[in-house]
């Protein structure tokens, strides 16, 4: 690999002079910039910028380096880090992802993120949840994105579930439903305990009978996909014997919303005319896949990641959890 010194000898410069020409070339003449500029692309010369760290230089882009605990694995959350991607490179930043798959044996790769030196860190996950941090990022100047932490009062941005449920839910009491079937994720999840917290107030508020309202969580079980899918079928056989006991189906997530759609229309029931069904998510490209359009409730990944990402590069003081909103998406399925 080329060095700033093969580069300063093929232009017979100084290195002085090369360091100006990366960093400041606004101090060269056009045609001393010329000649560092043809010997470095004539190397293939690259800036080593954690190098620069190490020694205190602080030229150049600033960097974030991302921990992303199963984040890249749903199209949906790949929306986080392409927002934090964008928003650095908006301001001149760098960043850089260090991918975890497992958050009880990640000393290697926070050793390896750390070893760059990053001005900020953002730690990302898949799945609202609560994450205990390791000791050695607890001092650095680190932002959480889509999770929480009780190891010690930090910046946290997630998404207001709590209020986009509600929200939802008075849409669906405005339109006059009156016997919900309510099918939350799993009573383990911060997600699927704040969701089943906003039905049941909204009901309430709306002077409504909780009695009214069936309720079922379905097991944590963040890998078993087949699972899922038969739980929620079971769920919906024990409650379409003979005809649905239920005008309205609240769904934990849009892929429940989709084992929904295919269950009700195998029964011939019309949606929303027989049922109508309500989703949460906004699964990226899922959405266009039923018909009728389903309405659902959108999780902000993209305005967490943005969000996160300013609140390193602008220096923002506070350290709380900060609640991003999550809109009501109106369709047709309600």
């Not at 005809?243 to 934990?252: E, H, N, Q």
């Not at 990641?305 to 999550?326: F, M, R, Y």
Request: glycine content about 4%.
């Amino acid at each position: 690999m080329a060095s700033l010194k093969d580069v300063a000898k093929l232009a017979s410069v100084s290195l002085m002079t090369v360091s100006r020409a990366i960093n400041d070339p606004s101090k060269l003449n056009k045609e001393t910039y010329n000649r560092v500029k043809q010997a470095i692309d004539q190397l293939n010369y690259v800036p080593d910028l954690s190098a620069r760290k190490i020694r205190g230089d602080n030229s150049g882009p600033r960097a974030i380096g991302v921990l992303a605990l199963e984040t890249a694995m749903t199209p949906f959350s790949v929306e986080l880090l392409q927002a934090i991607e964008k928003t650095a490179q908006q301001y001149g930043w760098n960043t850089f992802i260090v991918n975890l798959f497992d958050d009880k044996h990640a000393d290697h790769a926070i050793n390896t993120l750390l070893s760059y030196r990053p001005d900020g860190i953002i730690y990302t996950t898949m799945g609202l949840r609560k994450v205990d941090l390791p000791k050695k990022l607890l001092k650095k100047n680190i932002v959480l994105a889509n999770c929480i932490s009780n190891s010690e009062k930090l910046p946290c941005y997630i998404p207001n579930d709590y209020l986009g449920q509600y929200q939802a839910m008075q849409q669906v009491i405005r339109k006059g439903y009156k016997k919900p079937l309510c099918i939350y994720l799993s009573d383990k999840t911060l997600a699927g305990n704040t969701r089943r917290k906003a039905v049941e107030q909204a009901w309430q508020d709306a002077g409504k009978d909780i009695k009214d309202l069936t309720s079922y969580h379905i097991s944590h079980l963040p890998s078993n996909i087949k699972q899922e899918y038969m739980m929620t079928v079971d769920i919906l056989k024990q409650h379409c014997n003979k005809k649905p006991d239920f005008d309205v189906l609240i769904c934990g997530n849009d892929r429940i919303a989709f084992v929904a759609y295919q269950f009700l229309l195998s029964k011939g029931l019309k949606i929303p005319n027989d049922i109508a069904v309500l989703g949460y998510d906004n699964m990226v490209g899922t959405g266009e896949l039923f018909y009728p359009p389903l309405t659902t409730v959108q999780l902000p990944h993209y305005e967490i990641g943005k969000q996160a990402a300013l609140h390193i590069i602008t220096n923002q003081p506070q350290k709380e959890i900060v609640h991003v909103a999550s809109p009501y998406l109106e369709r047709e399925s309600l």
